[in-house]
């Protein structure tokens, strides 16, 4: 059967793997342990909430996370925020990703001009203690904020983990972000060490960062030194500043050592997007981030040592976080830094075949661009997942990314973010995959969907809520010392319970289906539209390269305005708009269906990848948008504004 209400999955887990996954073996551990059986796993994720402080006691068994010092107990009193996690115990997070010291490649960085460097565990280990030797006799020490402006590849990972295994707090920007969006938040955490790169290729093009790194360089008065990573026999430019590879050359260095520290001792510290204001700086916890990490890696992922993995992503995004803690189960990461169209959208499929990837994670928006471009497929016959985020994967890209990935290819959609540099739902290698829905709640995320009311409901629209606190919940946020930023951001709407800001459903057989933000939720009526429902419906027009929905307010009621990408410059004609109109009002509702539809050059997009929805909004309000710089691409916001000078010139005849 295959209707609205009993879809067929798109995949299916073999019949062995309870017997051959992680999360099978989990299973079977946790029920002779906890001395009880779950019929499904519905049942043991209701367990893994009710039962906060056993599962994730038994989970950090199962994983083997080594602590210097056991904790006196998993967890202290639920207070959201500021519970405690493992209180009394010891731990260090670079040491867990450096357990493994044999030959085995931890990292291969490639670039848009093909493999650039191949590192063992071995290597990575004395890499990481030469990094440390330096960064101590700079003066770093456990607390120091250390920052990073820096491509993804094997020199970001090491100065992270050198950071980590002092005990200093690391804290990245991308280097293509401008000297005002990078001093915005490296300027707020008064950082005594820069690791900066000299330049970046991107799309075919050589972009130089010296001019960036001078200007961020003199800002940061808190400075003690400046490292530049430049391709091999560049010279640093400016004196004072020190290569990275004179940095690192110490044949004499000290034995690697590794700091002992609380749990919640600071690892590293994130921002968000910074497209409605200052980027608020959130502090994130070794403890919580290594153990939250490794339960998405090795029981939702089923990463293995054999594993090769990849994420598409830069040192600005959390997934490059998520992605770095992969080093803890011993399997090989591929390092992608530059455009993931150049030359081709075939680049990275044939890089999946070329470096043996097992397992493939991009954005949602990449694997839209690859099916609306009808990029060609093949068979990979090492891959077994692609992860998708960034934003919601619809439910055609779903269906598309199978047929490209292979049939025996799980496609497991995953969201959170970084507020918690990790997830809230993600896949799981036991549970059908259905298009358009992410296959369950992460294990030990007591996450529910809110209505109105402020109750939980399924098979309806609702508020992303976690009604009980979790390990990598931040740490706090830097300055603000009495937590009241921290609060507002997460506790203001239910108290004590955490509120994301997504708009959910969770489904009936306990899929979610996600909607985008709540906060540019339209409410044209008075009733509240997601604005995916109205991208969905476009997904099988050809013509559509990319499409963004906003709210203007007219009088006491507001309008749907649908700005749209046109793919062959062809333009938007009364046919296609009447077009638009119509498929949105039979797949959606007539409510959908927007007042007015705009032809714009480009949509805005964060720096990794998310629709800036709220920025078109400030536009359509006439009010300023701060912060241009944390876009991808500012610029084209001022199509915006001349649409919105229109809009409201056509509204006054």
Same mark, same amino acid.
């Given at each position: 059967?295959?209707?609205?209400?009993?879809?067929?999955?798109?995949?299916?887990?073999?019949?062995?793997?309870?017997?051959?996954?992680?999360?099978?073996?989990?299973?079977?551990?946790?029920?002779?342990?906890?001395?009880?059986?779950?019929?499904?796993?519905?049942?043991?994720?209701?367990?893994?909430?009710?039962?906060?402080?056993?599962?994730?006691?038994?989970?950090?068994?199962?994983?083997?996370?080594?602590?210097?010092?056991?904790?006196?107990?998993?967890?202290?009193?639920?207070?959201?925020?500021?519970?405690?996690?493992?209180?009394?115990?010891?731990?260090?997070?670079?040491?867990?990703?450096?357990?493994?010291?044999?030959?085995?490649?931890?990292?291969?960085?490639?670039?848009?001009?093909?493999?650039?460097?191949?590192?063992?565990?071995?290597?990575?280990?004395?890499?990481?203690?030469?990094?440390?030797?330096?960064?101590?006799?700079?003066?770093?020490?456990?607390?120091?904020? +250390?920052?990073?402006?820096?491509?993804?590849?094997?020199?970001?990972?090491?100065?992270?983990?050198?950071?980590? *295994?002092?005990?200093?707090?690391?804290?990245?920007?991308?280097?293509?972000?401008?000297?005002?969006?990078?001093?915005?938040?490296?300027?707020?955490?008064?950082?005594?060490?820069?690791?900066?790169?000299?330049?970046?290729?991107?799309?075919?093009?050589?972009?130089?960062?010296?001019?960036?790194?001078?200007?961020?360089?003199?800002?940061?008065?808190?400075?003690?030194?400046?490292?530049?990573?430049?391709?091999?026999?560049?010279?640093?430019?400016? !004196?004072?500043?020190?290569?990275?590879?004179?940095?690192?050359?110490?044949?004499?260095?000290?034995? =690697?050592?590794?700091?002992?520290? &609380?749990?919640?001792?600071?690892?590293?510290?994130?921002?968000?997007?910074?497209?409605?204001?200052?980027?608020?700086?959130?502090?994130?916890?070794?403890?919580?981030?290594?153990?939250?990490?490794?339960?998405?890696?090795?029981?939702?992922?089923?990463?293995?040592?054999?594993?090769?993995? =990849?994420?598409?992503?830069?040192?600005?995004?959390?997934?490059?976080?998520?992605?770095?803690?992969?080093?803890?189960?011993?399997?090989?990461?591929?390092?992608?830094?530059?455009?993931?169209?150049?030359?081709?959208?075939?680049?990275?499929?044939? =890089?999946?075949?070329?470096?043996?990837?097992?397992?493939?994670?991009?954005?949602?928006?990449?694997?839209?661009?690859?099916?609306?471009?009808?990029?060609?497929?093949?068979?990979?016959?090492?891959?077994?997942?692609?992860?998708?985020?960034?934003?919601?994967? *619809?439910?055609?890209?779903?269906?598309?990314?199978?047929?490209?990935?292979?049939?025996?290819?799980?496609?497991?959609?995953?969201?959170?973010?970084?507020?918690?540099?990790?997830?809230?739902?993600?896949?799981?290698?036991?549970?059908?995959?259905?298009?358009?829905?992410?296959?369950?709640?992460?294990?030990?995320?007591?996450?529910?969907?809110?209505?109105?009311?402020?109750?939980?409901?399924?098979?309806?629209?609702?508020?992303?809520?976690?009604?009980? &606190?979790?390990?990598?919940?931040?740490?706090?946020?830097?300055?603000?010392?009495?937590?009241?930023?921290?609060?507002?951001?997460?506790?203001?709407?239910? !108290?004590?319970?955490?509120?994301?800001?997504?708009?959910?459903?969770?489904?009936?057989?306990?899929?979610?289906?996600?909607?985008?933000?709540?906060?540019?939720?339209?409410?044209?009526?008075?009733?509240?539209?997601?604005?995916?429902?109205?991208?969905?419906?476009?997904?099988?027009?050809?013509?559509?390269?990319?499409?963004?929905?906003?709210?203007?307010?007219?009088?006491?009621?507001?309008?749907?305005?649908?700005?749209?990408?046109?793919?062959?410059?062809?333009?938007?004609?009364?046919?296609?708009?009447?077009?638009?109109?119509?498929?949105?009002?039979?797949?959606?509702?007539?409510?959908?269906?927007?007042?007015?539809?705009?032809?714009?050059?480009?949509?805005?997009?964060?720096?990794?990848?998310?629709?800036?929805?709220?920025?078109?909004?400030? +536009?359509?309000?006439?009010?300023?948008?701060?912060?241009?710089?944390?876009?991808?691409?500012?610029?084209?916001?001022?199509?915006?504004?001349?649409?919105?000078?229109?809009?409201?010139?056509?509204?006054?005849?």
């Amino acid at each position: 059967m295959n209707d609205m209400n009993h879809p067929e999955p798109l995949w299916r887990p073999s019949p062995d793997a309870p017997k051959h996954s992680q999360l099978g073996r989990f299973w079977r551990e946790t029920e002779a342990r906890a001395g009880r059986t779950f019929a499904d796993y519905a049942a043991l994720h209701r367990w893994s909430v009710d039962e906060r402080e056993a599962f994730w006691g038994l989970y950090a068994q199962f994983a083997d996370i080594r602590f210097h010092r056991p904790a006196e107990r998993v967890k202290g009193p639920d207070r959201m925020p500021g519970t405690a996690w493992f209180p009394g115990a010891r731990l260090n997070y670079a040491e867990n990703l450096l357990r493994r010291r044999d030959d085995h490649t931890a990292l291969i960085a490639v670039t848009e001009d093909g493999v650039t460097a191949r590192v063992s565990y071995r290597q990575l280990q004395r890499q990481v203690e030469c990094c440390a030797d330096a960064m101590r006799e700079a003066g770093i020490t456990t607390g120091d904020r +250390v920052a990073g402006m820096v491509s993804n590849g094997v020199e970001a990972i090491v100065a992270l983990l050198a950071s980590a *295994s002092i005990g200093a707090i690391w804290s990245a920007c991308s280097p293509d972000f401008g000297a005002q969006a990078a001093l915005a938040r490296l300027g707020q955490i008064s950082p005594k060490l820069l690791i900066a790169s000299a330049s970046y290729r991107y799309g075919g093009r050589y972009y130089d960062c010296l001019d960036t790194v001078r200007t961020v360089s003199k800002e940061l008065r808190s400075l003690r030194k400046v490292v530049v990573v430049a391709p091999e026999g560049e010279a640093v430019a400016d !004196p004072g500043w020190v290569a990275w590879s004179a940095f690192v050359d110490r044949p004499g260095a000290a034995p =690697l050592a590794f700091a002992p520290l &609380p749990f919640d001792h600071p690892l590293y510290i994130l921002y968000s997007s910074g497209t409605t204001g200052p980027p608020k700086c959130m502090v994130h916890g070794a403890g919580g981030s290594l153990i939250q990490h490794r339960k998405e890696h090795q029981l939702h992922t089923d990463v293995t040592p054999d594993d090769v993995l =990849l994420y598409v992503t830069t040192c600005g995004w959390m997934m490059w976080n998520w992605l770095v803690t992969g080093l803890a189960t011993g399997c090989t990461l591929v390092l992608y830094d530059g455009s993931a169209a150049h030359p081709s959208l075939g680049t990275l499929w044939r =890089l999946i075949d070329d470096l043996d990837i097992t397992i493939f994670g991009t954005s949602a928006p990449f694997l839209e661009t690859c099916m609306r471009r009808r990029t060609a497929t093949w068979a990979h016959p090492s891959l077994r997942a692609v992860l998708s985020t960034g934003s919601p994967l *619809s439910p055609a890209a779903f269906r598309w990314t199978q047929a490209a990935a292979g049939a025996d290819v799980r496609i497991s959609s995953i969201a959170g973010g970084t507020d918690l540099v990790s997830c809230f739902v993600l896949g799981n290698p036991l549970l059908p995959v259905y298009a358009g829905e992410i296959q369950c709640l992460g294990l030990g995320m007591d996450v529910a969907a809110f209505d109105a009311a402020g109750q939980p409901v399924v098979g309806t629209q609702g508020e992303l809520v976690c009604r009980r &606190p979790f390990p990598s919940m931040p740490v706090r946020f830097w300055n603000d010392p009495d937590g009241s930023v921290y609060r507002r951001a997460y506790f203001e709407t239910y !108290p004590d319970v955490w509120h994301h800001g997504d708009f959910i459903e969770i489904t009936p057989r306990g899929g979610v289906i996600m909607y985008g933000r709540s906060d540019a939720t339209l409410n044209p009526g008075g009733v509240r539209i997601g604005t995916a429902e109205i991208y969905r419906p476009l997904e099988r027009i050809d013509w559509v390269a990319d499409a963004l929905a906003a709210g203007m307010v007219r009088g006491a009621s507001e309008e749907i305005v649908l700005f749209v990408v046109v793919a062959d410059g062809e333009g938007l004609s009364r046919a296609r708009v009447n077009e638009l109109r119509t498929v949105i009002r039979r797949e959606a509702s007539p409510r959908h269906a927007p007042r007015r539809i705009v032809e714009v050059p480009d949509v805005p997009r964060t720096r990794n990848g998310k629709l800036a929805e709220m920025a078109v909004t400030r +536009v359509l309000r006439g009010e300023g948008v701060p912060n241009r710089e944390a876009l991808a691409n500012p610029e084209c916001l001022d199509a915006f504004e001349r649409a919105r000078d229109n809009l409201l010139a056509a509204s006054a005849k």
